[in-house]
């Protein structure tokens, strides 16, 4: 009976899971930094953790809360860990690229070479305008190389 | 409500969302100079992809739940959708913390209070200040080429729409009853069982039987059956910390070494 009344709530968080579980997929296949993939695999174990507190809550029972958080605490350990490698490789390399290490790739598989792209500059960043208000503060010579590395 | 009697036009939109997002996916991922017509088609197509998914999901009971759960999932797939898109990783990062508060909505929707917050503190609290720590000690000054540009983006979303069409697909045929080779030996469902003599349970009771007193008994489970797991987590943790520490001081000895030898190669 409760198996029969939750089970709309179970496939529609089940598809929250699989939607999270899928873009964290693409973004590490896909993304070179080594950042943006770590965050990729995070948003993996957040569709899993979806999915097992939603089995969790269909079948009443309580394994799927606490295996959610040793997800938590490994995730934890996994993120110190591997922050302390990518630190490491971009020390060596002064670039947080993934094909920075392709040196280490099989002897079959071709080397990675990247097209030509147009300068840095030509892409600005955009930033949010805001209105002004208050008394205009004294300039920060600071600023433009703090928003470099926006 | 019953899956057997639906239509199978559900599937057929479902299908076009699927196709629609990894098509999405394949035009907003960085891929070189930044093009306004197919960002903004991209935009499009995962609109379209999110409606499909949003009209083909089953309805909830009540209209104030069905609408919070939409909006909270809504925030946390388009918020995960934008920080795989977004080129720059510190934007990466603050969308990566939105859609964790989305999943933290999700987690409250189903009922699971104590991660949900929990989830909030450890994740957006914990692990993405130090994500930032290290974009700020590791990011280069402006956007970096390898940010602009993907790896197989168009192979990479086809794989990740063959991933979610099969697990839509599967999730779309999940039934109520138990499959037939095990019953699961759930506690819930077995204390039903031996209490209800033809007494129907109550109400809140069926709705979610974990609701009553809910950290408490979280806690005595994990503290009562799962000790030794937590112990062995605890381990893990601490083991966590020394390596990172011991890792840190060797890089930077062998950083020193290479800098006094500059004719060792370094890898």
């Known amino acids: ?150 | 409500m019953t899956p057997a009697f639906d239509p199978p036009l559900p599937g057929t939109i479902l299908a076009g969302g699927v196709l629609a997002a990894a098509a999405s996916l394949w035009l907003l991922l960085p891929n070189g100079p930044d093009r306004a017509g197919s960002r903004r088609l991209g935009t499009l197509l995962g609109l379209l992809a999110l409606g499909a998914f949003v009209v083909t999901g089953r309805r909830l009971g009540g209209l104030g739940e069905e609408a919070v759960f939409l909006i909270v999932s809504l925030v946390a797939v388009v918020a995960a959708a934008a920080t795989i898109v977004s080129r720059s990783p510190v934007y990466a990062a603050i969308w990566f913390a939105l859609s964790l508060v989305g999943v933290a909505g999700v987690l409250l929707v189903l009922g699971a209070q104590f991660l949900g917050v929990a989830t909030i503190v450890v994740y957006a609290g914990a692990i993405l200040v130090m994500f930032l720590f290290v974009l700020m000690l590791a990011q280069p000054a402006g956007l970096a080429p390898y940010d602009r540009v993907s790896n197989e983006p168009f192979l990479s979303a086809l794989a990740g729409a063959v991933l979610l069409g099969v697990l839509s697909l599967s999730i779309g045929r999940l039934s109520a009853s138990p499959p037939a080779c095990c019953g699961l030996p759930s506690r819930a469902r077995a204390g039903a069982d031996a209490a209800g003599t033809g007494q129907p349970p109550p109400a809140a009771a069926v709705a979610d039987p974990l609701a009553e007193n809910h950290v408490a008994r979280l806690g005595g489970e994990l503290f009562g059956r799962h000790l030794i797991a937590v112990e062995a987590a605890g381990v893990l943790l601490l083991v966590a910390l020394i390596g990172a520490i011991a890792v840190v001081g060797r890089g930077e000895a062998a950083q020193a070494s290479a800098d006094a030898d500059p004719g060792r190669p370094l890898r």
Do not use: Y
């Not at chain 1, 953790?49 to 809550?57: I, Q």
């Not at chain 1, 079948?59 to 350990?77: E, Q």
């Open chain 1, 1 to 150: 009976m409760n198996a029969m009344q939750s089970l709309p709530m179970l496939q529609n968080a089940l598809t929250v899971g699989a939607l999270l579980f899928s873009l964290g997929l693409v973004g590490i296949l896909t993304r070179r930094n080594l950042i943006v993939m770590f965050l990729a695999a995070e948003m993996m174990l957040q569709g899993i953790s979806v999915s097992l507190v939603a089995w969790s809550r269909h079948h009443g029972d309580w394994g799927g809360h606490v295996l959610v958080i040793f997800v938590l605490t490994v995730a934890a350990c996994e993120a110190a860990v591997a922050l302390v490698f990518v630190l490491q490789a971009f020390s060596r390399t002064g670039r947080l690229d993934a094909a920075a290490w392709q040196s280490l790739r099989e002897a079959t598989v071709g080397r990675t070479v990247d097209r030509e792209l147009p300068a840095i500059d030509a892409v600005p960043p955009r930033f949010p305008t805001l209105t002004r208000a208050g008394v205009l503060p004294p300039p920060d010579e600071n600023e433009p190389l703090q928003r470099e590395h926006v």
